[in-house]
């Protein structure tokens, strides 16, 4: 009986779906598709970017954060459970064009809407009041300034989408980053009366801190609500290439993110953003490559990290000089205390100029870190 229930519904979707101007939309998994993703999607429709009008229910299979899915569905329909799983996949079936992903292509180009149009998901005043009582819980007293950080390492996916291999996802382990190299930032900041909070759904080891406004949020107060709910009231987020980064974009938080790569991962950035990418050092030349060197061989843009192993490039990740820079300066610029230098303007045309018309993230408007590009101008060449 259930199994021709089933069949009569599914029929009767399909019927509507054809009559009516309903589509149907499948919410991505991982974070960072799902919070940007469905954020630039949001906005685009806002601004009147997607066509004709038409009534949109999503599916939610799986999600990375169960917040999100709320918030999303004060927007518009969102079916998820064991039912709407059955009928989605019966669904797909029949028609497998019926129901495609939330479009974002790693949300390359987001900053064309991110940069014009507003947040589109909001806290309820329960919500607000519930965040309000998690910083009291964590010492953050009301009112008070904090920094969240994070540095991507492989414990989630190993944890959450484990592969049956033992290789597992170590072919993404070149974006990963040492959470080690963040803590002189995070105490910097910390000198200086800004609470500094750890972010991570799941993380591989807890941090160490000399400092008492250094807070391990992610082993010892984490939830998929404090998740959101951190990210969206910090005053900056310092952080990497990990999908992390997206739940402090989509409510328009700064971003000043080490590590990047590939190297055109910044270009899900927008104007508030800074970044410092990891270098490439060529193995057979003993040096580091120069950005024009990295985008001749298209390397800005390679995943798998066999592909630089074949290649004999090694990516290395920023020092914790580097990112504590980044961390200043973010903070500075955000305080209005920061002062450019004489040749920082020229730097960055230099580094602009390197992504062509044509290319996928040309055009982009976040900045690099001015100490980055200070000290290594050799790479601009």
């Not at 004709?52 to 999303?72: D, H, K, S, W």
């Not at 590939?262 to 270098?279: M, N, Y």
Request: aromatic residues 12%.
């Amino acid at each position: 009986m259930t199994a021709v229930l089933d069949f009569l519904l599914v029929w009767s979707i399909l019927v509507i779906v054809r009559l009516l101007p309903i589509r149907f939309r499948l919410l991505p998994g991982h974070i960072g598709h799902l919070a940007l993703n469905t954020e630039v999607w949001l906005r685009r429709r806002a601004a009147g970017n997607n066509g004709r009008r038409e009534f949109y229910v999503l599916f939610g299979i799986q999600p990375a954060n169960r917040q999100i899915l709320t918030m999303v569905g004060r927007r518009m329909p969102v079916w998820e459970g064991r039912w709407p799983t059955r009928i989605l996949q019966a669904l797909m079936r029949l028609d497998p064009k019926i129901c495609p992903k939330i479009p974002g292509g790693h949300g390359l180009r987001s900053w064309e809407v991110m940069d014009r149009i507003g947040p589109q998901l909001y806290f309820t005043k329960d919500e607000k009041r519930r965040g309000e009582t998690l910083l009291k819980a964590m010492g953050i007293r009301a009112g008070g300034a904090f920094v969240c950080f994070f540095a991507r390492d492989s414990a989630y996916q190993d944890a959450v989408r484990p592969f049956a291999s033992s290789e597992g996802w170590t072919y993404n382990d070149f974006r990963n980053s040492s959470i080690e190299n963040y803590l002189p930032a995070a105490e910097m900041l910390a000198d200086q009366g800004i609470w500094v909070v750890r972010m991570g759904a799941v993380v591989q080891k807890s941090i160490q801190s000399r400092h008492p406004k250094v807070i391990d949020y992610a082993t010892g107060y984490r939830s998929d609500f404090g998740d959101v709910y951190l990210m969206a009231h910090c005053k900056f987020f310092l952080g990497d290439t990990s999908g992390t980064f997206t739940l402090a974009s989509i409510f328009d938080v700064p971003c000043a993110l080490a590590n990047f790569a590939p190297l055109h991962a910044h270009g899900v950035l927008g104007r508030r953003d800074l970044f410092i990418p990891k270098k490439y050092r060529h193995a057979a030349q003993d040096r580091f490559m120069r950005f024009s060197e990295i985008l001749a061989v298209e390397a800005d843009d390679w995943h798998p990290a066999g592909r630089y192993r074949a290649a004999g490039i090694s990516v290395v990740e920023n020092s914790s000089d580097e990112v504590l820079e980044l961390a200043a300066e973010m903070n500075a610029r955000l305080d209005g205390r920061w002062v450019a230098g004489g040749e920082d303007g020229t730097l960055q045309d230099c580094y602009r100029a390197l992504f062509s018309p044509g290319q996928p993230v040309s055009g982009f408007t976040s900045r690099v870190g001015a100490g980055f590009l200070r000290q290594n101008k050799a790479l601009l060449a």
